[in-house]
Every structure is written in C-alpha cells, then in structure tokens.
C-alpha cells in the first residue's frame, strides 16, 4: 500500500499564493504519477494537475498559468503551488497516485485525506 498525506492547505486571500504537499509512504514513489484533484461544497472531485514519474507535468484549464505541480523523489513528496487564487479555487484537495498515467479519478488507486483551502474575497 502506498499511503499519501496532504499538507498546507489554509485560509488565505484572493490573489494571495499556497502551497501544498503530498507526502508518500510505504512503496517506491518514483514509479508512482503524481495527481492533484479538489473538491468543492456540492460539486464533482475534479482533475487539477498530474506529474508523471518521469517528471512531465499535466495540468487542467483552470491551473494553466495558476500553478506549479512538481516533485521530490529524494523526499517522496509531491507538491502543488498555487497561484493568484481565487475564492472558486476553494475546496477540499487530495494528492493521489497511480502506476499509469491519466486525469480521471478512476485512473488513480492511491489517495490522501485531503487538506481544506478557503480562499476569502
């Protein structure tokens, strides 16, 4: 089993900048492509942004030019920086993690508990 912690989640204004991580345990993490998706209150989980395990980065429309999703094999961790949030970007996000490669939560066997970001107007 791999087990993935979400932290860095908080409160912070529009415009303002977040960062998260996503710490990996239990198998090789760098066979693993990385995924962001969120959560808000009554909507879907939706796709965020995805870095494989060869370091290629995938990021959904509403993350292009908004955030940086990277990560560190050397500390099993993976990360999301946020960008110019906004008060839509609030939600619950979860890191998950796959041996293959998509932006469906179907495509992912792994997730964490998620972190809340509530970005205020």
């Known amino acids: 089993q791999l087990q993935l912690v979400e932290s860095g989640g908080g409160l912070v204004q529009a415009g303002g900048s977040l960062s998260l991580s996503c710490a990996a345990s239990?198998?090789?993490?760098?066979?693993?492509?990385m995924a962001w998706f969120r959560q808000a209150p009554g909507k879907e989980r939706e796709f965020v942004a995805a870095i494989s395990s060869s370091d290629s980065p995938w990021y959904a429309d509403s993350a292009k030019g908004r955030a940086t999703v990277a990560r560190d094999n050397g500390k099993n961790t993976a990360y999301l920086h946020m960008y110019r949030l906004k008060p839509e970007d609030t939600a619950v996000y979860y890191c998950a993690a796959t041996t293959g490669w998509g932006q469906r939560e179907g495509d992912y066997e792994y997730w964490g508990q998620g972190t809340q970001v509530t970005v205020s107007s």
């Open positions: 239990g198998r090789t993490f760098s066979v693993y492509s």
